[in-house]
């Protein structure tokens, strides 16, 4: 299994990665070493807790490491009036009367409560390369759909959302 992401996922993968260890990885280190210099290891909760921290740090640094390595570069080409990758979309939900705006991203950057729909999302799939004024079928997992109505396309700036681990 590989995850879809994009030229600028994997730089700022690659640029957390260096600064979890060019930076956090050697203060977590002597937050270790200072914290086992205070004697009794069986009673001492600063060595455990500064101990689980840099364990923590080292165990994103592989995760992201293994989403860089196995990652499949996507496309990000700007198709003029069309949904693509880092366009807002202003959706029409007729069953409930509804209008939503949502920006379309790679699944690492997939946040539904901030407006931000992954592309492997049923409505992020159903979206994409569709254009203004078209109605749309969401196809969900379960077998039932809705229908959407692209109201409007908007370019966006890409912004410098955080990549979340799993």
């Not at 600028?8 to 060019?22: A, F, Q």
């Not at 396309?153 to 959302?161: A, F, G, K, V, Y």
């Amino acid at each position: 299994m590989y995850d879809r992401l994009t030229k600028t996922d994997i730089e700022k993968m690659e640029r957390e990665i260096e600064e979890r260890k060019l930076v956090l990885r050697p203060e977590l280190i002597e937050a270790v070493k200072e914290a086992r210099a205070q004697g009794d290891l069986s009673e001492n909760f600063e060595y455990y807790a500064a101990k689980r921290e840099k364990n923590q740090n080292e165990s994103r640094i592989r995760y992201l490491e293994r989403m860089i390595r196995t990652a499949h570069v996507i496309d990000t080409e700007d198709r003029a009036g069309e949904v693509t990758m880092n366009k807002t979309v202003e959706v029409y939900f007729p069953e409930d009367d509804e209008t939503e705006t949502f920006k379309i991203v790679t699944t690492i950057r997939g946040n539904s409560l901030k407006g931000l729909i992954s592309i492997d999302s049923p409505l992020g799939k159903a979206l994409l390369h569709h254009r203004e004024g078209d109605r749309v079928t969401v196809r969900m997992e379960n077998g039932s759909s809705y229908e959407v109505e692209i109201r409007s396309i908007s370019d966006t700036q890409e912004e410098d959302e955080e990549i979340r681990s799993f």
